[in-house]
Structure formats: C-alpha cells, structure tokens
C-alpha cells in the first residue's frame, strides 16, 4: 500500500486545516486508517483513526477540535482540525492498519508525513 498526503503547512494559532490521505495498491488489506503526528524531539502519537466499519478514536488533546472521516470507495482519509494551537504543531503521518488475506497479524503502513506549523 502507498499512501500519499496532502495539505499542511503554516497556519495561524486559532485556525483550521485539512488534510487528506489517498491509499493505493493492496488496499483490500486495509482495516483502519488515520493520522499521526510527531512534534520535534518527541515520539510520533496518534492523532485519530477510523476504522472501516467507522469506529473512531481521538487523542484526547485534539478531542472536540479534530475530525476524521473517511472515504472507502476512494481510499481516502481525511483530518480537519480547528481551533489550531501551537502544540498542534509537528509532522502529520497517513496510517494504514493492514491485515492480508489469510493472516492474523495486522500492520501498519505509513505515508510520507506533512509539516503542519501553527504560529502563536
């Protein structure tokens, strides 16, 4: 599976950003997919993840300001964030759970990540 990111970039303390995520290749093995992020210094933490069935989860940090949503037929993952705080800011990586047909381990793929800086 390849998973190509988009959008990011400067935003400003206070405003939004949308970030998509499309999957390509073995995408039938895909079970959840979602967004990472990973502040300088620190480890990379999950920001959200939606299962295929639309189980969500949130970090709590981004709880109420954060949507995921996602769009099967096309194999895409979306973020939209509001009210953007400057510890928002970090590198924002595509996830990709992965099971193969036949097996009982799931996987994790990840994209190329997006910078996201929210200035104060």
């Known amino acids: 599976v390849q998973l190509q990111a988009f959008g990011g970039g400067l935003v400003q303390a206070g405003g939004s950003l949308s970030l998509s995520c499309a999957a390509s290749g073995s995408t039938a093995s895909i079970k959840a997919m979602g967004w990472y992020r990973q502040a300088p210094g620190k480890q990379r933490d999950l920001v959200a993840t939606?299962?295929?069935?639309?189980?969500?989860a949130y970090a709590d940090s981004v709880k109420g300001r954060a949507t995921i949503s996602r769009d099967n037929a096309k194999n895409t993952v979306y973020l939209q964030m509001s009210s953007l705080k400057p510890e928002d800011t970090g590198v924002y990586y595509c996830n990709a759970v992965r099971i193969m047909p036949g097996a009982s381990v799931a996987f994790g793929s990840w994209g190329q990540g997006t910078l996201v800086t929210v200035s104060s």
């Open positions: 939606m299962t295929n069935g639309g189980d969500t």
